[in-house]
């Protein structure tokens, strides 16, 4: 059974840093995509960045240059974070955890994007964990 937690939320002013980390159990397999998401209130959920098991990166236009998405694989545990800098208060929202519930032989066909019904089918959601930012 595939689980994924949150973790790294918080409340921050503007132009300060946070990592979120994300926990996932039971997703164990060669090939895999990841990614986080966010909505905040009355919007909807968006991509924020996403990366697949080859390290291949990709990121929503408001967070790039500012938002790194990397992983690590300890034991049977997948570990991903998401290092955010320079903050705005446009960042705030739930942020959410997500993991690709196809088997993809390969996401060299650059398919691995923080976009939801796509390719893609991120049908593996962690709880979300808040993030704030003030001004």
């Known amino acids: 059974q595939v689980q994924l937690v949150e973790s790294g939320g918080g409340s921050v002013q503007t132009g300060g840093s946070l990592r979120l980390s994300c926990a996932a159990s039971?997703?164990?397999?060669?090939?895999?995509?990841m990614g986080w998401f966010r909505q905040a209130p009355g919007k909807e959920r968006e991509g924020v960045a996403a990366?697949?098991?080859?390290?291949?990166?990709?990121?929503a236009d408001p967070v790039k240059s500012r938002f790194t998405i990397s992983q690590d694989n300890a034991k049977n545990t997948l570990y991903l974070y998401l290092q955010m800098n320079s903050l705005k208060p446009e960042d705030t929202a739930m942020y959410y955890c997500?993991?690709?519930?196809?088997?993809?032989?390969?996401?060299?066909?650059?398919?691995?994007?923080?976009?939801?019904?796509?390719?893609?089918?991120?049908?593996?959601w962690g709880q979300g964990t808040q993030v704030t930012v003030s001004s």
């Open positions: 997500a993991a690709d519930k196809r088997i993809w032989a390969s996401y060299s066909g650059g398919y691995c994007l923080p976009k939801l019904g796509e390719e893609v089918d991120f049908g593996y």
């Open positions: 990366i697949d098991s080859d390290g291949t990166t990709s990121y």
């Open positions: 039971g997703y164990t397999r060669a090939t895999y995509c």
